[in-house]
């Protein structure tokens, strides 16, 4: 079982930055693959990135890419989403999500934060 936490969101203007925590309990965090979605209002829950277990990454979505960056520390069991360039498109919900060994897809989720992008 894992539970995920994340922190890091609020209010930014367009063209700034923000950074993204995710803090996970549980055994095995290193085994496990991290990712960050988001959901807009009215819109569907979208991939942002993911990250291997040993910290390669994963992907980027195309939206995002060149302008987040995901990482993890593994002694600290947290996952981090870097964010820059911030525009008013990258405002939703964010969401951290953790992959078990043995699953498919993403099985534990987190909360969600709340990121606005003011133009």
């Known amino acids: 079982q894992v539970q995920l936490v994340e922190s890091g969101g609020g209010l930014v203007q367009a063209g700034g930055s923000l950074r993204l925590s995710c803090a996970a309990s549980?055994?095995?965090?290193?085994?496990?693959?991290m990712g960050w979605f988001r959901q807009a209002p009215g819109k569907e829950r979208e991939f942002v990135a993911s990250?291997?277990?040993?910290?390669?990454?994963?992907g980027y979505a195309g939206s995002v890419k060149g302008r987040f960056t995901i990482s993890r520390d593994n002694n600290k069991n947290t996952v981090y989403l870097q964010m820059n360039s911030l525009q008013p498109t990258d405002t939703a919900v964010y969401y951290c999500?953790?992959?078990?060994?043995?699953?498919?897809?993403?099985?534990?989720w987190g909360q969600g934060t709340q990121v606005t992008v003011a133009s």
């Open positions: 999500a953790a992959r078990s060994p043995t699953a498919n897809n993403y099985n534990y």
């Open positions: 549980g055994r095995s965090f290193s085994s496990y693959r």
């Open positions: 990250v291997t277990g040993s910290g390669g990454i994963g």
